[in-house]
């Protein structure tokens, strides 16, 4: 008896020691089957997975493995000399490339329609963002684990997915910028800590690779480069220091640059060849003429922030944790406050100043979503302050507040997703006040389109 019990002991021991080892991977492979779940709950068309803006991101790949033409795109401006001009960088499609050549050789092997958009080619690309994301939010739990703890950690990780627009744009919309994004910038995040500690050849490179993608998939992510100058810095004094640190390792910092020059030869290259003629700047219309910022002189925060289209808190009021976390850290110089709150506010102007500063059909403002691994920061903060009050009141208060948050978020992604573009000025706040009711069950029997009544 006492053998036995000792051999079940063993083997229990054996598993855990095993699970513990490999949880990321037992976690990862949950969340992918969570995704399919989900999508398939919501439900979420797969035949719309490749479609508009993501179809943009996409289109290099069946154009160069399978058309083998890069210069009549299907989703693509039409050009003067006949040719069709993509305007979205690559980055996305260099991270969708081993998906869709899994999809590639099962249609093949399958005998299936080898095209690059049939079924097996859009679950493919659901699967991929979901590996990203998941692998996005371990490297951002890693990141928060030594400064604030493994609980408070895993808590703002999982309610930074589950109550902001990353749900969305992982399971409802995966094909834009944003999961990948999101996943390049935390290793980014995560490998200047090192680089900054210990400047050399190899921690360039392992900065200079996630950055390099990160602004290949999305020209704005650049802002995080202010890391390098900012992490930190708290006074004029330690601004000078670093300063002189870059001048000191400035050979490092040339190899992340031509790192991000070299990754963007080939968007050049392909800007050029559709166009003829050299291009630099693809977002143009079939004129020529740039898409750009146009509203520099005239920003429109507080649209960006609190309009009924769109706006940041209104439809991720989670990031008022963000804000509190930040001040906080600010008044205590601590956790790189300075560089963040300067991050904030560059993408914010540049995001009020865009020609389209909604995003138009945003579910949220989704341009934010890059930002996030970044604002987790000060929202760990205050979390940990908040856990480690002995209050139980407060503890149990904010879990209660991340629970509403995040049953509001999933509830509006689905009626989002089935009656898209809430825009003005159609879309007014009678509107948001209906979803309301019908999110939290007020009035369950809320018609969608009695929305736009």
């Given at each position: 008896?006492?053998?036995?019990?000792?051999?079940?002991?063993?083997?229990?021991?054996?598993?855990?020691?095993?699970?513990?080892?490999?949880?990321?991977?037992?976690?990862?492979?949950?969340?992918?089957?969570?995704?399919?779940?989900?999508?398939?709950?919501?439900?979420?068309?797969?035949?719309?997975?490749?479609?508009?803006?993501?179809?943009?991101?996409?289109?290099?790949?069946?154009?160069?493995?399978?058309k083998n033409d890069i210069a009549h795109m299907h989703y693509a401006v039409p050009l003067p000399n006949g040719n069709r001009l993509n305007k979205v960088t690559m980055?996305?499609?260099?991270?969708?490339?081993?998906?869709?050549?899994?999809?590639?050789?099962?249609?093949?092997?399958?005998?299936?329609?080898?095209?690059?958009?049939?079924?097996?080619?859009?679950?493919?690309?659901?699967?991929?963002?979901?590996?990203?994301?998941?692998?996005?939010?371990?490297?951002?739990?890693?990141?928060?684990?030594?400064?604030?703890?493994?609980?408070?950690?895993?808590?703002?990780?999982?309610?930074?997915?589950?109550?902001?627009?990353?749900?969305?744009?992982?399971?409802?919309?995966?094909?834009?910028?944003?999961?990948?994004?999101?996943?390049?910038?935390?290793?980014?995040?995560?490998?200047?800590?090192?680089?900054?500690?210990?400047?050399?050849?190899?921690?360039?490179?392992?900065?200079?690779?996630?950055?390099?993608?990160?602004?290949?998939?999305?020209?704005?992510?650049?802002?995080?480069?202010?890391?390098?100058?900012?992490?930190?810095?708290?006074?004029?004094?330690?601004?000078?220091?670093?300063?002189?640190?870059?001048?000191?390792?400035?050979?490092?910092?040339?190899?992340?640059?031509?790192?991000?020059?070299?990754?963007?030869?080939?968007?050049?290259?392909?800007?050029?060849?559709?166009?003829?003629?050299?291009?630099?700047?693809?977002?143009?219309?079939?004129?020529?003429?740039?898409?750009?910022?146009?509203?520099?002189?005239?920003?429109?925060?507080?649209?960006?922030?609190?309009?009924?289209?769109?706006?940041?808190?209104?439809?991720?009021?989670?990031?008022?944790?963000?804000?509190?976390?930040?001040?906080?850290?600010?008044?205590?110089?601590?956790?790189?406050?300075?560089?963040?709150?300067?991050?904030?506010?560059?993408?914010?102007?540049?995001?009020?100043?865009?020609?389209?500063?909604?995003?138009?059909?945003?579910?949220?403002?989704?341009?934010?979503?890059?930002?996030?691994?970044?604002?987790?920061?000060?929202?760990?903060?205050?979390?940990?302050?908040?856990?480690?009050?002995?209050?139980?009141?407060?503890?149990?208060?904010?879990?209660?507040?991340?629970?509403?948050?995040?049953?509001?978020?999933?509830?509006?992604?689905?009626?989002?997703?089935?009656?898209?573009?809430?825009?003005?000025?159609?879309?007014?706040?009678?509107?948001?006040?209906?979803?309301?009711?019908?999110?939290?069950?007020?009035?369950?029997?809320?018609?969608?389109?009695?929305?736009?009544?």
């Amino acid at each position: 008896m006492e053998k036995e019990i000792n051999k079940q002991c063993w083997s229990w021991c054996l598993w855990t020691r095993f699970f513990n080892k490999h949880a990321a991977i037992f976690l990862g492979i949950a969340f992918v089957i969570m995704s399919l779940f989900i999508v398939n709950n919501i439900p979420v068309k797969y035949s719309l997975m490749i479609w508009s803006d993501a179809e943009a991101y996409y289109d290099y790949l069946p154009s160069t493995f399978i058309k083998n033409d890069i210069a009549h795109m299907h989703y693509a401006v039409p050009l003067p000399n006949g040719n069709r001009l993509n305007k979205v960088t690559m980055g996305v499609s260099l991270l969708e490339l081993p998906f869709f050549a899994g999809a590639h050789i099962y249609s093949k092997i399958n005998g299936l329609a080898a095209d690059g958009y049939s079924f097996p080619y859009q679950v493919a690309l659901l699967i991929s963002v979901t590996v990203y994301m998941f692998l996005g939010l371990f490297v951002l739990f890693k990141i928060l684990r030594p400064r604030f703890g493994k609980a408070t950690s895993f808590i703002t990780v999982t309610a930074l997915f589950f109550a902001t627009n990353l749900f969305y744009y992982t399971f409802c919309q995966p094909g834009m910028s944003h999961g990948y994004s999101f996943f390049v910038l935390t290793l980014f995040l995560y490998r200047i800590d090192f680089f900054m500690k210990s400047p050399k050849i190899k921690n360039a490179i392992l900065c200079g690779l996630p950055l390099a993608l990160a602004v290949l998939i999305r020209p704005t992510n650049i802002l995080y480069a202010f890391l390098f100058l900012l992490y930190d810095v708290y006074s004029f004094h330690s601004l000078k220091e670093r300063t002189m640190f870059i001048v000191k390792n400035i050979r490092y910092f040339l190899i992340i640059i031509f790192i991000g020059i070299l990754f963007y030869i080939p968007q050049i290259a392909y800007w050029s060849y559709a166009w003829g003629s050299l291009k630099l700047y693809g977002y143009v219309d079939p004129n020529g003429t740039p898409e750009t910022f146009k509203y520099l002189t005239d920003p429109k925060i507080f649209k960006v922030l609190f309009g009924i289209e769109s706006g940041w808190i209104v439809y991720t009021p989670f990031f008022i944790f963000f804000f509190i976390g930040l001040i906080i850290s600010l008044v205590k110089k601590i956790h790189h406050s300075f560089a963040i709150l300067f991050i904030f506010l560059s993408i914010l102007y540049l995001n009020a100043s865009w020609w389209s500063y909604t995003f138009a059909c945003s579910f949220g403002y989704r341009s934010m979503i890059e930002f996030y691994p970044l604002f987790a920061i000060p929202v760990a903060f205050l979390f940990s302050k908040i856990f480690h009050n002995k209050k139980n009141i407060l503890k149990v208060s904010i879990m209660f507040v991340l629970v509403i948050f995040s049953f509001f978020n999933i509830r509006i992604s689905g009626f989002y997703y089935k009656d898209p573009c809430w825009e003005e000025p159609q879309w007014t706040w009678v509107h948001y006040n209906k979803i309301i009711n019908k999110a939290f069950y007020i009035k369950p029997d809320l018609k969608l389109k009695e929305w736009r009544e």
